[in-house]
Each structure stands twice: as structure tokens, then as C-alpha cells.
């Protein structure tokens, strides 16, 4: 399940580095005694989009949203009623609108881009690397990563994979800063084959770490 919140334009700069700020609002509308807290893999959410940036910041377009998504429909509904509570966001920006829509019904082979970047993270030597694009494994540890969530929640995860969208130009790496560190992101479009119920998770739950502070997120 997914929802679309529409957004007021902001009435004061908002920082490059909002992603802190956006995970803190969700976590006020998930609710502090939510036993979601804590747990990885929960939901996803995108960056705002259709947004201008400046020297000052980041301005909101009058068509600007983003989106949150989870397959427990119990959280999605919980999120709902505390944003009609309680709207504000920062910068003075408040969302306006809510759009729910339900999971499609994929077929076994889907496209997508990417809604907010994908981090990806692999221990080599006691040490944490951040694996991007550029990787030559790039795509069977986001393929691993994906199948390790599957397995988790206790769904099949034979015969998934993951690949680069080969018929596209644009794909770049980022470097985010969350909390004072540095994590280098993925901006990839991708084709997800595997079963509907596969790549129904992937688009609820977004795609590699960290997805429940922002990254990973399909459009």
C-alpha cells in the first residue's frame, strides 16, 4: 500500500540535507510507542519531488509530493490518521492532500526508477563499504539484499533478480549525509524479474539498507 502526500509550498529555504528532517516527521506520524521502531524493512518513503533548488535551499513546486509505502496496511492507516491530526511539516510546509493507493498487480518482469537513491552496504574485513553502481557486483548484492528481506519475512525468494535497465542514460551516484555521515547512494533505473509477490515487496518496501530513513524508494 502506498500513499501520496501532495505539499504546500514551503515559506522559508529548505536545507539540501533535509532526508533528517523528512524521517523525523514520519516518525512523529508513525507514533512514538509504535512497535515498527526499530525494526528494519518496514516501509519506504521517497525524497519530495518536483522541487527547485537554489542558493538558499530547496523551493517546493506547487505540484510537489512524496510518498510512503509499507506492506502493513495497519501502519499505513496509523500514518494517515496522525497526519489529519497534525500536518506540519518543517519550513512551513504541511501536506494538504492524501492519495491512498493500493499495491499493484505486477507481472513477473517490471521497470522502475528510483524515488529516492539506494544505499547498499557489504562488511569486507570487520569493515563496512558502501556499494554503488560502479561496482562490478552492484547487481547481485542488491539482487542478495532483496532476497535476504524476502527470506526474512518468510516469503520465497527463488528466482528474483535484479539488473540495470540497460536502455537508459541516466544513472549517477550520490553522496548523501545523514546525521553527520557520508553514504554513497545509487541513482539507477532498474527491471526487477521475479514473481508478482516479489516485486509487489520490493515496491512496498524499497530496495537495499536504510530504506526506513530514505533511501531505496520505487516510483
Known amino acids: 500500500m502506498r500513499i501520496y502526500l501532495k505539499l504546500t509550498k514551503n515559506n522559508k529555504p529548505i536545507p539540501f540535507n533535509y532526508q533528517e528532517l523528512l524521517t523525523g516527521v514520519i516518525h512523529k506520524w508513525i507514533g512514538a510507542n509504535n512497535e515498527i521502531h526499530g525494526k528494519t524493512g518496514q516501509f519506504s518513503f521517497s525524497w519530495i519531488q518536483n522541487t527547485v533548488a537554489n542558493k538558499s535551499g530547496i523551493e517546493l513546486k506547487r505540484d510537489a509530493y512524496f510518498f510512503i509505502s ?15 491530526k497534525d500536518p506540519e511539516m518543517f519550513s512551513g510546509v504541511s501536506v494538504f492532500d492524501v492519495q491512498i493507493k493500493d499495491t499493484p498487480a505486477f507481472s513477473i518482469s517490471e521497470k522502475f526508477l528510483m524515488a529516492s537513491p539506494v544505499l547498499l552496504k557489504m562488511k569486507v574485513e570487520n569493515k563496512i563499504r558502501h556499494i554503488t553502481l560502479e561496482d562490478k557486483n552492484f547487481e ?9 528481506k524476502l527470506e526474512k519475512s518468510h516469503l520465497n525468494s527463488e528466482g528474483l533478480s535484479i539488473k540495470i535497465n540497460p ?18 547512494t545509487s541513482f539507477v533505473p532498474i527491471i526487477i524479474n521475479g514473481t508478482p509477490e516479489q516485486i509487489a515487496f520490493a515496491w512496498d518496501n524499497g530496495l537495499g539498507n536504510s530504506t526506513g ?7
Open 70 to 84: 509499507s506492506r502493513n496496511e495497519g501502519l499505513v492507516k496509523q500514518i494517515v490518521k496522525n497526519i489529519l
Open 213 to 219: 530513513i530514505g533511501f531505496g524508494a520505487l516510483k
Open 167 to 184: 536502455n537508459t542514460n541516466f544513472k549517477e551516484t550520490k553522496l548523501v549525509t545523514y546525521k553527520g555521515i557520508k553514504n554513497r
Open 140 to 148: 547481485t548484492i542488491l539482487t542478495d539484499n532483496l532476497k535476504h
